[in-house]
């Protein structure tokens, strides 16, 4: 990987893990907009748990280059659930936001592959 590319890789890991350990931590503290959010789409309240601890789990590894590919795939997971979520629910705009993290997403764990624990035969 160049220099630029790693740099680039490292900025946007930082970033999204950022994003993400904001996100899950409103909804593991059970901040009020997480919670009417998650009942207003039908979902248990365990549910919002096991996405907010998906979320801050996934911001965690993705600051660990042989744990980011892992952690990219973790938040993708989440982040077809939500655009899934808002295009069941007839809300197509609300599904730009995950589709672009979903790419972004896409890119880290492209570019982290190479330096992911491998998986033990």
Do not use: C
Request: aromatic share 8%; glycine share 8%; hydrophobic share 55%.
């Amino acid at each position: 990987m160049t220099k630029g590319r790693s740099t680039t890789v490292w900025v946007l890991s930082a970033l999204l893990a950022a994003l993400y350990l904001f996100t899950g931590g409103t909804k593991l503290a059970g901040m009020q907009m997480a919670v009417e959010e998650f009942a207003r789409y039908g979902y248990p309240d365990w549910f919002r748990l096991a996405v907010g601890a998906a979320e801050v789990t996934g911001a965690v590894l993705l600051l660990v280059p042989r744990a980011a590919l892992y952690g990219a795939i973790m938040l993708s997971v989440v982040m077809i659930g939500a655009t899934v979520t808002h295009l069941t629910h007839q809300e197509a705009p609300n599904a730009v936001v995950p589709i672009v993290l979903l790419v972004l997403l896409a890119f880290v764990a492209a570019s982290r592959r190479e330096t992911a624990v491998p998986a033990r035969a």
